[in-house]
């Protein structure tokens, strides 16, 4: 058993089971031993990819997307550009690099980058330094501490990082998944409260859910989709959110957890594989409309990267692609696109101020 789980059974043993949510904060975040707190997971010797360490087009199409947004926001400078949990700072990079010709929108650029880990924190100071692409960013612990003013907000795969409770429903009405010890290995197991008045947690399209059936709410994810929509309601702006999980509201259990490209028992050695959860799209589009902002989507990526010129672009870095680049652009192209790929199991919502014209891809 490792240090955290010793920790998270001590625990256990003086305040009685956690919460899924609270098992996933500890076991991602928790300053010593969470799972960001010391490494880099991305790329082929981590434990996953994702769509920026695919393929350049990824960013780069995203940063022409937020240059478009700021020009029908009638340029405000300065306007934060902000990116939440930028793993490398790989689609930052290609954004600003695709956006270097846009007049005036790197002069008005104030760059904010909410990032917990330190070691990641590293990497994106590299990657901005290297290309010399940006001076000075800001780093913040969470998105609370972010300045007022115009946003623009980039969330790639960090909402299904956000904690989530999950809730089972029984006969006689929903019990919350616990996380308690247990004497046999790996130390900790899934139990379930007693029958509770649960269900005023409980999304109302969920309320049928066949008895057995899984319900999971992610309160995180809701209140950090409410403020970003208060943030462009009162500042102007807008964000966009690019995740994997089903456009509606659905029952099931989808926390999961990865490490070296392969699933792993959301149990064993806390801290030491990614935990993620679908995102509830539906519900997100819902916070960020009581937050006060109008909500775009939530639309598969594949036909949102179509529609913003991924294939224009991929047949641009075609012409000067030799054979094994022109394979790989084209592999890339399909993995972000393809309907059996990434295409539609991610999907894109955007959150933006009211005033504001329909955003690019979504009309
Ligand atoms: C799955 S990675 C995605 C990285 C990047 N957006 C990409 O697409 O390559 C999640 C990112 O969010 C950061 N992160 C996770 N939970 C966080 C939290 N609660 N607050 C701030 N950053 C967090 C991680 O350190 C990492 O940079």
């Not at 043993?13 to 919460?19: E, F, I, K, N, Y």
């Not at 940006?134 to 003013?149: E, M, N, Q, S, Y």
């Amino acid at each position: 058993m490792n240090a955290l789980a010793e920790l998270l059974r001590r625990r256990i043993a003086v305040r009685g089971p956690l919460t899924v949510a609270e098992y996933m904060t500890e076991a991602l975040t928790h300053p010593k031993h969470g799972y960001y707190a010391r490494r880099d997971p991305l790329g082929l010797s981590g434990d996953f990819v994702t769509a920026p360490e695919i393929s350049q087009m990824f960013g780069e199409l995203i940063g022409l997307w937020c240059a478009v947004v700021w020009q029908s926001m009638g340029k405000p400078s300065p306007v934060l550009l902000v990116e939440l949990g930028p793993g490398r700072g790989t689609l930052l990079g290609d954004a600003l690099r695709a956006t270097r010709d846009v007049p005036g929108f790197h002069q008005a650029v104030a760059l904010h980058l909410v990032e917990i880990s330190r070691t990641l924190r590293e990497r994106q100071a590299e990657t901005l330094g290297k290309a010399n692409l940006f001076r000075d960013p800001t780093w913040h612990d969470g998105v609370a501490d972010l300045p007022d003013g115009p946003s623009l907000i980039l969330a790639n795969e960090f909402f299904d990082a956000l904690p989530i409770r999950q809730f089972q429903r029984v006969a006689e009405g929903w019990r919350e998944r616990l996380v308690d010890m247990d004497d046999r290995p790996p130390g900790l197991r899934f139990v379930l409260s007693p029958v509770i008045p649960l269900s005023p947690l409980i999304p109302n399209a969920l309320h049928d859910t066949p008895i057995g059936g899984i319900a999971e709410v992610s309160p995180a994810g809701l209140s950090l989709a409410h403020h970003i929509g208060d943030k462009v309601a009162r500042f102007g702006g807008a964000a966009l959110i690019l995740d994997y999980g089903p456009a509606r509201t659905t029952s099931g259990d989808t926390l999961q957890a990865v490490r070296g490209h392969r699933y792993h028992d959301a149990l064993v050695d806390p801290g030491n594989a990614d935990l993620t959860a679908y995102v509830d799209f539906q519900s997100l589009a819902r916070a960020g409309e009581e937050g006060g902002a109008a909500a775009f989507g939530p639309m598969p990526q594949g036909d949102f990267l179509v529609r913003l010129g991924l294939n224009a672009r991929a047949e641009s870095l075609l012409i000067a692609a030799d054979n094994r680049q022109a394979r790989e652009i084209r592999a890339a192209q399909q993995r972000l696109a393809d309907p059996a790929q990434m295409g539609t199991l991610f999907k894109v919502l955007a959150l933006q101020n009211k005033t504001l014209p329909t955003p690019p891809g979504f009309d």
